[in-house]
């Protein structure tokens, strides 16, 4: 028996063999093949499909870390792109274009010694793995056919490759690269799949096949284990199991304190499937639309496509609230419809300052949309990104006030508005926030003004041990502009990673929320 001590990055117990897993170098395809007469199709769908992919994607993953997705994206077109070209100039089927651009990609990468659009080679390969999946009409492709219940050890994962696993079916996850704000990490999460960093080169050369446990909940992976512990691991499974069954019961019934304060528990959403999801899992609402996904194409959506999007994921949760945030652009998700170049994007345009400089582009397309999405369901409210000062809502509201005079909507003063605190400026302001009409809630977004606070970015994973919510200068911050709000008649909500945490619910309340809005997952 071997016992690596690692770091817990998602919960859950797995018990299976091992599959270790090395980055391909390039994709197979064939030496000679002539283009049928559907190669530009096949190629152009399945870059719509791995686009529909990246897209549910940027829905599950943190609103921050979608900078990586983009550039999936943005690859995948590119690709594709000149592989098309190829088919056309040389008649060659869709599989070997796309190698040939790959490798050619490859290539530059060495040369260049700098990273590629944010990317690594594993990266770029994965992207050409996949729609070459998606073009075969694989659900599974030959480097990971074997994956199958098995526990992947590997270096280390991108998240498009672990989806291909999670298509794969796989138990559990131990690489020894990564973090617990990881895009894998994250992802692991969401979709309940154990997952141990083990920060240490001896855990790749276990056996293949070889028996291993692990535990997401102590970070620990025990190789080759003594059948006792193989039992009484395989017991823990069986109380966990039943002990979720017993949760989800009580996923629908009323949240309320021992000492009798009535809880209010909102989900964090990011597409329309997403909406279907969560509405059977208990929620009483969504506290955070995001609706940047739709944003991250080559051109800005209609508003068909806008209308259509609200509507439905209302419809899921009639009578009760959902929040739509005005979409949250720049910064670490510009979108690729506009030239933005930044030096320092993360203080740049983002949030409401791009809204308002983009918007006949942007804005008024959105608010027309949501109007017109409001005349159906009553139930939506109107959230504003990454405020620093009043004036800047101010002018949001000129805008409101514009476009429904524009299309005839008289019900703006049912409208409930509410503003992003995730920067210390709108912290400290709440008191002059609260004096704009409109203005109904505040939602704290925990991630991003906790690492503007502490001036530690969240995404560096040597800089992990210092970024924690739970700080106390964090916690002033919050505890103090809470007491504002409600002071001045505000409804508080949160809805960052802290709210799904159960270490800090407790002190949460304390403070004086009544609202959380939290993965979907954990309800219950």
């Known amino acids: 028996m071997i016992v690596f001590k690692g770091i817990p990055a998602s919960e859950g117990i797995a018990i299976s063999r091992i599959l270790k897993y090395q980055s391909k170098v390039t994709i197979e395809a064939p030496q000679d093949c002539k283009a049928s007469e559907r190669e530009l199709e096949r190629l152009n769908e399945a870059l719509e499909k791995y686009k529909t992919h990246m897209s549910e994607l940027l829905g599950v993953i943190d609103e921050s870390e979608s900078d990586l997705i983009q550039a999936y994206v943005l690859m995948a077109e590119t690709l594709v792109c000149e592989a098309r070209e190829i088919v056309e100039n040389s008649n060659v089927c869709g599989e ?156 629908y019934r009323a949240a309320k304190t ?37 944003y991250m194409s080559t051109r800005a959506p209609s508003e068909d496509v806008l209308i259509n999007s609200f509507t439905r994921v209302a419809g899921f949760f009639e009578n009760k609230p959902v929040v739509i945030r005005a979409p949250d652009l720049g910064a670490d998700k510009p979108p690729p419809f506009l030239s933005i170049r930044e030096d320092n994007p993360l203080l740049g345009l983002r949030g409401i300052r791009l809204l ?65 605190i995730e920067t210390p400026a709108s912290a400290v302001f709440i008191d002059k926030f609260a004096k704009i009409p409109l203005l109904k809630f505040v939602s704290f977004g925990t991630n991003d003004l906790t690492q503007y606070i502490l001036a530690v970015d969240r995404t560096n994973p040597k800089l992990m041990n210092m970024y924690n919510e739970l700080e106390p200068p964090v916690l002033r911050v919050i505890g103090e502009s809470v007491e504002k709000a409600l002071k001045h008649g505000l409804k508080v909500e949160i809805c960052g990673e802290l709210a799904s945490k159960p270490v800090a619910i407790p002190i949460l309340l304390a403070l004086g929320f009544r609202i959380l809005s939290i993965n979907p997952r954990y309800v219950g």
Do not use: W
């Open 96 to 251: 070997l274009a796309l190698k040939q651009v790959l490798d050619k990609y490859l290539v530059l990468m060495e040369e260049s010694g700098s990273e590629l659009i944010a990317l690594r080679k594993s990266d770029l390969v994965d992207i050409a793995l996949t729609i070459l999946e998606y073009m075969r009409g694989e659900v599974v492709s030959r480097d990971i056919i074997n994956a199958r219940d098995k526990i992947i050890v590997a270096e280390e994962l991108t998240p498009t490759l672990f989806f291909r696993l999670k298509r794969a079916g796989i138990r559990g996850i131990i690489t020894v690269k990564g973090g617990v704000t990881s895009h894998v990490a994250i992802l692991a999460r969401t979709y309940g799949i154990p997952y141990v960093i083990v920060p240490s080169l001896e855990v790749l050369s276990v056996s293949d096949d070889a028996l291993v446990i692990i535990d997401g909940f102590e970070g620990r992976a025990v190789i080759n284990p003594p059948s006792e512990l193989v039992e009484e691991y395989s017991k823990k499974t069986s109380v966990l199991s039943e002990l979720g069954d017993v949760l989800k019961k009580y996923a």
């Open 356 to 420: 308002l400089e983009y918007r006949s582009e942007i804005l008024k397309p959105f608010l027309r949309s949501f109007l017109k999405a409001y005349e159906q369901y009553s139930n939506l409210k109107l959230m504003i990104p990454m405020v620093t000062k009043p004036s800047e809502v101010y002018e949001f509201l000129e805008l409101l006030e514009s476009v429904a005079s524009d299309i005839g909507f008289t019900d703006l003063g049912k409208v409930e508005l509410g503003i992003m």
């Open 258 to 294: 021992l000492d009798g304060y009535n809880i209010t528990v909102l989900c964090n959403i990011g597409g329309v499937e997403d909406a279907r999801v969560a509405s059977t899992q208990g929620c009483d609402g969504v506290g955070l639309f995001r609706v940047e996904y739709l």
